[in-house]
């Protein structure tokens, strides 16, 4: 039996979202083991000038917790 936990982060990219979440996953990678999934809660972007600046999503992270 495993149990799991899951914890909301955010990220940002100036390139898209799929890249913030790329960079959301492989940031919870450095710190969180046994990362098993994810998925976007919310995207959003920022807006300078009339143009996207930047690209913001929020990420719900599944990990297996150790014995």
Do not use: H, P
Request: net charge neutral; glycine share 6%; proline share 0%.
């Amino acid at each position: 039996m495993s149990v799991a936990r899951i914890t909301e982060i955010s990220s940002t990219s100036t390139k898209s979202f799929e890249d913030a979440i790329n960079v959301g996953i492989e940031r919870a990678g450095n710190t969180l083991r046994n990362l098993k999934g994810a998925w976007v809660k919310d995207q959003e972007v920022t807006v300078e000038n009339g143009r996207i600046a930047s690209y913001k999503v929020i990420l719900k992270v599944t990990f297996v917790l150790d014995d």
